[in-house]
């Protein structure tokens, strides 16, 4: 946790474009300050972390701050299947996002690079992408291939 009020991430910007510094956005940087990485909180998880250090304020407030924080470019969300959206702190460098299918599991990749795919579309600039992978993390794979052998042997033992 941040000590000193100036390493609070996303503090300049919201000064910048001369915003207060709340204790309801104070606790909300906090809350995303204190994810680790690979952790990729939903507003109700936010919102229960920003309690311990505002513990008055509310839900509604939390989306709020969420939206001035996007719309400031300091945090980004995904919306995933499920509809639930998960934030995070934007980072300087654009990383993406490997989904489980199975278990939910959101980890992070940034070793990818799509500024070639770009240059194929000349005069149209990007300002955002969204990509996403789905598919299986290593437990799940791990569990499906145990499941798999295992039904092998059953199929087997009954033949
Ligand atoms: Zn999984
Ligand atoms: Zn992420």
Redesign the pocket.
């Known amino acids: 946790m941040p000590s000193d009020q100036s390493k609070l991430p996303g503090l300049k910007r919201l000064i910048e474009n001369k915003y207060r510094l709340t204790p309801q956005r104070k606790s909300v940087l906090l809350a995303l300050a204190n994810t680790r990485r690979n952790e990729h909180p939903s507003a109700e998880e936010i919102y229960l972390n920003a309690k311990e250090h505002c513990p008055q304020i509310g839900l509604a407030t939390v989306y709020r701050t969420l939206e001035l924080f996007m719309n400031l470019s300091i945090v980004q969300n995904m919306v995933l299947d499920d509809g639930c959206a998960r934030y995070e702190l934007k980072r300087d460098r654009t990383h993406y996002h490997l989904i ?1 299918l ?4 959101i980890s992070e990749t940034d070793g990818i690079n799509f500024e070639p795919l770009l240059s194929v579309s000349p005069g149209f600039k990007v300002t955002s992408t969204v990509v996403q992978f789905f598919g ?2 290593e ?2 794979c791990e569990r499906n291939s145990k499941l798999l052998e295992e039904r092998k042997e059953e199929n087997n033992a009954q033949r």
């Open positions: 489980c199975s278990c939910g599991k299986y993390c437990k799940c």
